[in-house]
T-cell receptor, first 113, second 113 residues
Framework: KAGVTQTPRYLIKTRGQQVTLSCSPISGHRSVSWYQQTPGQGLQFLFE???????NKGNFPGRFSGRQFSNSRSEMNVSTLELGDSALYLC????????????FGEGSRLTVL | QQQVKQSPQSLIVQKGGISIINCAYE??????FPWYQQFPGKGPALLIA?????SEKKEGRFTISFNKSAKQFSLHIMDSQPGDSATYFC????????????FGKGITLSVRP
């Protein structure tokens, strides 16, 4: 079974630009969640999508948004990039029925200059 | 407000020794406590998890001890090996909140040969 796939793996943007990251979950998993990982803050929850609906949301500004498609693939978008948005963005998939194991991808490393 | 706190911040252990990582949480609604292991360039992977109906869970060389009254849980790695060198995150979740986990900031474990 293929794991969670995230693209792109690395990207560099400048302040004010926007970025879209993509995540393909494990086949059969209907829940996709996104986390931001930084050295100072560890992993912080952004949002979760289940069957194309946002089910949970973390404490991030509205510049961070996401969506999920009917095939469970998900995208997250960050608009008006700031230097502090530089981070590793991790996608995790799960079956979504109960609090349980998350399967993480290798992440998309975003650098904002 | 950091709801899950890990200690120590870093840990160096000799091969064959016992590695102990502690976590404390604040939200008494948490009822799921996983530990994730992350190697450089990889996403976190579930190591072991516990729910508050048991005080200890063991899987191979890894043991979680849980103290509900103290709101603390810990990871013990017996017979530590150089291959255990990684970053370890404790986390806490709440039934019904599904994929929304609150993570500690992580600790880097180095096991010396």
């Amino acid at each position: 079974k293929a794991g969670v796939t995230q693209t792109p793996r690395y990207l560099i943007k400048t302040r004010g630009q926007q970025v879209t990251l993509s995540c393909s979950p494990i086949s059969g998993h209907r829940s996709v969640s996104w986390y931001q990982q930084t050295p100072g803050q560890g992993l912080q929850f952004l949002f979760e999508y289940f069957s194309e609906t946002q089910r949970n949301k973390g404490n991030f500004p509205g510049r961070f948004s996401g969506r999920q498609f009917s095939n469970s693939r998900s995208e997250m978008n960050v608009s008006t990039l700031e230097l502090g948005d530089s981070a590793l963005y991790l996608c995790a998939s799960s079956a979504g029925h109960r609090t349980g194991e998350l399967f993480f991808g290798e992440g998309s490393r975003l650098t904002v200059l | 407000q950091q709801q899950v706190k890990q200690s120590p911040q870093s840990l160096i252990v000799q091969k064959g020794g016992i590695s102990i990582i502690n976590c404390a949480y604040e939200n008494t609604a948490f009822d799921y406590f996983p530990w994730y292991q992350q190697f450089p360039g990889k996403g976190p992977a579930l190591l072991i998890a516990i729910r508050p109906d048991v005080s200890e869970k063991k899987e191979g060389r890894f043991t979680i001890s849980f103290n509900k009254s103290a709101k603390q849980f810990s990871l013990h790695i017996m017979d530590s090996q150089p291959g255990d060198s990684a970053t370890y995150f404790c986390a806490a979740g709440q039934t019904g909140a599904n994929s929304k986990l609150t993570f500690g900031k992580g600790i880097t474990l180095s096991v010396r040969p």
